[in-house]
């Protein structure tokens, strides 16, 4: 069965300062990885996408990923925070060896940047 | 161009009342999907079409019905409300039935069962 873990449920970062959101996953064959950002009362919105390929992912608003297979985790990055990046990020993963249909998300991290 | 769009945006239910909820997407997807959103536990899928004319069980699809309209439109009824079903709901839409492109999400209902 697949699952998404991640493992903080608050990330505390002062603006400027790198950010990690870390993300771990299960699939039994190979995943698409995707990274989300929630702000309040609204839906969610696509941030990054691994699919194949090059390791490193860069999305929008500067944020970057890393898949790394043998530890089959998929960590959000950025290397200078900002206060208007304090949201609700979710990592998701779909197998595609089974249709690629079924999205399961991990249960969210909070992201507070601090001015 | 609104992406997905989602009615009502908050809506109160006593036990044992029905409603639906509508969803409508002008990006021309295939695909559509239900989530439902509670605190610490992420979003699960309660129902989703792949296709027009095709409907499937999520995860968590005891106690709702779909319907896949058209290609624009699915919605999601509640034909009996519990209090458990107390949640955020949430549309998406993607582009192809494969798993690579991302989902597009509408802005949420907000649903009490008192």
């Known amino acids: 069965a697949q699952s998404v873990a991640q493992p903080e449920d608050q990330v505390n970062v002062a603006e400027g300062n790198p950010l990690t959101v870390k993300c771990t996953y299960s699939?039994?064959?190979?995943?698409?990885l995707f990274w989300y950002v929630q702000y309040p009362n609204r839906g969610l919105q696509f941030l990054l996408k691994?699919?194949?390929?090059?390791?490193l992912v860069k999305g929008s608003y500067g944020f970057e990923a890393e898949f790394n297979k043998s530890q089959t985790s998929f960590h959000l990055k950025k290397p200078s925070a900002l206060v208007s990046d304090s949201a609700l990020y979710f990592c998701a993963v779909r197998d595609r060896n089974t249709g690629g249909f079924k999205t399961i998300f991990g249960a969210g991290t909070r992201l507070f940047v601090k001015a | 161009n609104a992406g997905v769009t989602q009615t009502p945006k908050f809506q109160v239910l006593k036990t044992g009342q029905s409603m639906t909820l509508q969803c409508a997407q002008d990006?021309?997807?295939?695909?559509m999907y239900w989530y439902r959103q509670d605190p610490g536990m992420g979003l699960r899928l309660i129902y989703y079409?792949?296709?027009?004319?095709?409907?499937d069980k999520g995860e968590v699809p005891n106690g709702y019905n779909v319907s896949r309209l058209n290609k624009r439109e699915f919605s999601l009824r509640l034909e009996s409300a519990a209090p458990s079903q107390t949640s955020v709901y949430f549309c998406?839409?993607?582009?192809?039935?494969?798993?690579?492109?991302?989902?597009?999400f509408g802005n949420g209902t907000r649903l009490t069962v008192t």
């Open positions: 990006m021309n997807h295939n695909s």
């Open positions: 699939v039994s064959g190979n995943p698409y």
């Open positions: 079409s792949a296709s027009e004319g095709t409907t």
């Open positions: 998406a839409s993607s582009e192809a039935s494969q798993g690579r492109t991302p989902l597009h």
């Open positions: 691994y699919i194949t390929g090059d390791n």
